[in-house]
């Protein structure tokens, strides 16, 4: 046996283990108009941006069981509620969707806090 299998092996196991990043956690519930709003307005462009790419958009519904890697990430029952979250911590919390041009300078901020 060579030992190129095992690095083949080795190369693998790394891809296949996930990696903790950045993410834009979106809190939202059917109904919300704001969150409709975001919809139209943001969703379609954020992953094409920069700020999409370092933090991408998590969308959790408020209603259903909150995914085990947020629960100590507080959820409120106002909607949306975007939360950066990195390596498991809140790093940033905006409450309601401010429109566009407010939601980018924010985002902005918030994601002044992540590593470079």
């Not at 046996?1 to 196991?13: D, E, F, G, K, R």
């Not at 943001?42 to 085990?68: C, F, M, Y």
Request: hydrophobic letters at 45%.
């Amino acid at each position: 046996m060579t030992a190129y299998p095992a690095a083949l092996l080795a190369l693998l196991i790394g891809f296949s283990t996930p990696a903790l990043a950045a993410e834009l956690v979106m809190f939202e519930q059917a109904g919300c108009a704001w969150c409709k709003r975001f919809n139209e307005e943001i969703a379609p462009a954020w992953s094409k941006t920069e700020q999409g790419k370092r933090a991408p958009l998590r969308r959790v519904d408020i209603h259903a069981n909150i995914p085990a890697d947020l629960a100590d990430i507080p959820v409120e029952r106002f909607t949306p509620t975007f939360v950066l979250v990195d390596d498991g911590r809140e790093l940033g919390r905006l409450r309601g969707y401010p429109g566009d041009q407010f939601f980018w300078a924010l985002m902005d901020e918030m994601l002044a806090k992540l590593d470079p």
